[in-house]
Antibody
Framework: QVQLHESGPGLVKPSETLSLTCTVSGASIDSHHWNWLRQSPGKGLEWLAYISYTGHTNYNPSLKSRLTISLGTSQDQFSLKLTSVTAADTAVYFCARADIWNSYNYFDLWGQGTLVTVSS | DIQMTQSPSSLPASVGDRVTITCRAS??????LNWYQQKPGKAPELLIY???TLQSGVPSRFSGSGSGTDFTLTISSLQPEDFATYFCQQSYRASFTFGPGTKVDVK
């Protein structure tokens, strides 16, 4: 059974960098697209970025200048960095797997989510 | 970005009701439309992809239809475990975008 689990600090100071890691258990990251999304009361569900098992990346244009998604050194992790955070970046952050079938792309597996609060 | 809207935002309903939720895209997205269910404190779960294909394990009372800009999610007979918030999401073009959600709650 494949599971995803987010980890990282729950509190980040304004202007600092938010760093999160997603650990995949029950499978390795050698297929699919691996995504980060977030959810806040103000902005709803927001897709942030994905990385393929080959290392190809794609970013939300509105956040691209502040985002970096990367594969981990082990075959079962990928990470997100968001720089220069503000209170507007306070949200529950999810990692998710995207399956692709005949060019259709959908998030079929999600982590439980981790709340990140930006505050001094 | 492709903007997604949903109606209604809130839907009071009773067990056994037939429930229909509408999603509209700001431009044609063919059938690149997914539906998710989310319960409080949990991650969204995939219900339907490609507008009408039921994800494995999802009960057959859920169905989806539509193409272009207008889509619907239907629950044929609402069950107690179906009280939740439902989101549509377009996958026609990355940046993928979601609708604001429809909360199905107890009438």
């Amino acid at each position: 059974q494949v599971q995803l689990h987010e980890s990282g600090p729950g509190l980040v100071k304004p202007s600092e960098t938010l760093s999160l890691t997603c650990t995949v258990s029950g499978a390795s990251i050698d297929s699919h697209h691996w995504n980060w999304l977030r959810q806040s009361p103000g902005k709803g569900l927001e897709w942030l970025a994905y990385i393929s098992y080959t290392g190809h990346t794609n970013y939300n244009p509105s956040l691209k200048s502040r985002l970096t998604i990367s594969l981990g050194t082990s075959q079962d992790q990928f990470s997100l960095k968001l720089t220069s955070v503000t209170a507007a970046d306070t949200a529950v952050y999810f990692c998710a797997r995207a399956d692709i079938w005949n060019s259709y792309n959908y998030f079929d597996l999600w982590g439980q989510g981790t709340l990140v609060t930006v505050s001094s | 970005d492709i903007q997604m809207t949903q109606s209604p935002s809130s839907l009071p309903a009773s067990v056994g009701d037939r429930v229909t939720i509408t999603c509209r895209a700001s431009q044609s997205i063919s059938n690149y439309l997914n539906w998710y269910q989310q319960k409080p404190g949990k991650a969204p779960e995939l219900l339907i992809y490609a507008a009408s294909t039921l994800q494995s394990g999802v009960p057959s009372r859920f169905s989806g239809s539509g193409s272009g800009t207008d889509f619907t999610l239907t629950i044929s007979s609402l069950q107690p475990e179906d009280f939740a918030t439902y989101f549509c999401q377009q996958s026609y073009r990355a940046s993928f975008t979601f609708g604001p959600g429809t909360k199905v709650d107890v009438k």
